[in-house]
């Protein structure tokens, strides 16, 4: 059975940096996209940055892109998004996902939270001004 486990969530300020670590238990494939989402109260999840194992290949949204960066441990079958820069505006929970097989690397350059097969319950992010 595939678990999915993120932690690194916490409460810090305009500027800070937090990093979030993601684990994924079970079975381990060479085609592994994993992915990160957040969900702020009230609205809807958005995809936030992806990397594809096999190739390393990464993947952010336009909010994010040069402030956070993505990375993975694929031994460890864990990966990570080290953000920096954190606005009020990056706040929400934030998840982890995971999907494997020939068509995650499609699946990692859509970012579609829908194509993702494994979550996590949330980690929280709250950045105060």
């Known amino acids: 059975q595939i678990q999915v486990m993120e932690s690194g969530g916490a409460s810090v300020q305009s500027g800070g940096s937090l990093r979030l670590r993601c684990t994924v238990s079970?079975?381990?494939?060479?085609?592994?996209?994993m992915g990160w989402f957040r969900q702020a109260p009230g609205q809807a999840r958005e995809a936030v940055s992806t990397?594809?194992?096999?190739?390393?290949?990464?993947m952010y949204s336009d909010s994010v892109r040069g402030r956070f960066t993505i990375s993975q441990d694929s031994p460890q079958n864990a990966g990570y998004l080290q953000m920096n820069s954190l606005k009020p505006e990056d706040s929400g929970i934030y998840y982890c996902?995971?999907?494997?097989?020939?068509?995650?690397?499609?699946?990692?350059?859509?970012?579609?939270?829908?194509?993702?097969?494994?979550w996590g319950q949330g980690t929280q992010v709250t950045v105060s001004a």
């Open positions: 996902a995971t999907t494997m097989g020939p068509k995650s690397g499609i699946v990692c350059k859509t970012m579609d939270a829908s194509r993702f097969a494994y």
């Open positions: 079970g079975i381990r494939y060479d085609t592994t996209c």
């Open positions: 990397v594809y194992f096999g190739s390393d290949e990464t």
